[in-house]
């Protein structure tokens, strides 16, 4: 199967695709096999919402769930396996892909619980518990950017474990979460780990900061309505401009000699949520190298019939279009919008919407549980 001219020139053009979907029917039907043979699909990420919408949304997880339940599992011992099974069967499709590219694509994301977003130790312990449990040195193991998730990555990182840092809104942040990560590979280093083997992700999360920032435009008016759909793009550049700095540094410098690999920017959300903008406006923009690309299949679908790679930008461009960002940010700052605000609350409703999807799951798992009387 060839694979789409749309697609190989994003493969090509330094940004490697992930699907932002899992589903047991994607596993079982071949559909994920698919999507790797003809759209340049290298790997996949996953998040509550996803799970839970896989699992309400079809009858493909009922006989595994009766099973569970029968062997003596609670509600959150049945999700725990269902997640972990369909994570690790994932794994197991790209497992080939991962060797070939040495571990840089071929990765699967799993995300600790919600719950424990805003408690270190309890995040630590899961992402143990869930890179043991899928078994496949092909796992990635989700870390919300949270300031209580900032040490669980040193952490995790430290142990070898590789990890894809999520919710991340603000450079500011990022730049917090570059520190965890090479802290991460330093401790690493001292225990005497194989730092080749370590790969990390940031995932910064696109469509949520133009919905938020054009609201707040849209109530001041006036010329600030110039700004509109210019937001969030702009925060993409200006943290790939992060990721050329940091990552050309001597310090980053003198840990690539022991075999460490960067930490790619991840542009997660880029599925558009305002119908005015280009349905590909968020993987046109940032076809940045290197990056991943996490895509909902919609979007995925509409790069590949009508979607642009020709902006490539490089870490050699990656300044300019920092200092274009930062002119932007201060024509937002005199519009009126509190940017700090807006960051700190889009991780805090990141957090909220997957701690609510968890507990949409929890309902759904347990709503199937056998009637004693049955």
């Known amino acids: ?12 053009a330094g940004v490697s695709i992930w699907l932002d979907d899992l589903s047991r029917h994607r596993l079982t039907s071949g559909g994920l096999k698919d999507l790797i043979a003809s759209k340049n699909v290298v790997g996949v990420t996953t ?32 999700i725990e396996a269902l997640t972990t099974d369909d994570v690790r069967d994932a794994c197991d499709v790209f497992m080939d892909l991962y060797r070939s590219t040495q571990g840089y694509d071929g990765r699967v994301s799993i995300e600790v619980d919600p719950r424990h977003a ?69 401790k690493a280093a001292e225990a005497g780990r194989d730092l080749a083997t370590i790969h990390s992700v940031a995932s910064f999360f696109i469509s949520r900061v133009d919905t938020e920032i054009d609201k707040r435009l849209e109530e001041i008016g006036g010329d600030a309505l110039e700004l509109l759909g210019k937001a969030a793009v702009a925060n993409g550049r200006a943290a790939f401009g992060l990721y050329a700095r940091e990552f050309s540094s001597e310090r980053f410098g003198a840990l690539k000699e022991k075999g460490a690999n960067v930490q790619r920017p991840l542009w997660a959300s880029t599925g558009v949520k305002n119908e005015d903008y280009s349905d590909t406006l968020y993987v046109d923009e940032l076809v940045t190298d290197p990056a991943v690309n996490t895509m909902p299949e919609k979007t995925l679908d509409a790069f590949a019939d009508h979607g642009d790679a020709s902006g490539r930008l490089t870490v050699a461009s990656a300044a300019d ?54």
């Open 321 to 374: 279009e920092e200092e274009k960002a930062e002119e932007l940010f201060d024509r937002l700052a005199e519009a009126g919008i509190d940017l700090a605000d807006v960051f700190a609350q889009l991780e805090s409703e990141g957090v909220s919407k997957f701690v609510d999807a968890w507990g949409e799951l929890l309902d759904t798992v347990g709503s199937a549980r056998p009637s004693e009387n049955a």
């Open 47 to 78: 998040n509550p919402s996803i799970f839970q919408g896989a699992i309400s949304g079809s009858k493909d997880y009922d006989d595994a769930i009766a099973g569970l339940y029968a062997d003596g599992r609670d509600v959150d011992g049945i």
């Open 118 to 186: 805003n408690d270190t130790d309890a995040t630590i312990e899961q992402a143990q518990r869930l890179y043991d449990l899928v078994d496949r040195e092909n796992v990635m193991i989700k870390i919300p950017a949270t300031l209580e998730g900032l040490p669980a990555i040193t952490e995790v990182i430290s142990r070898g474990i590789s990890v894809n840092v999520t919710l991340i809104f603000s450079v500011a942040r990022y730049e917090e979460v570059i520190e965890a990560y090479l802290e991460g590979l330093e």
């Open 1 to 12: 199967m060839a694979q789409n001219p749309n697609t190989q020139a994003l493969s090509d």
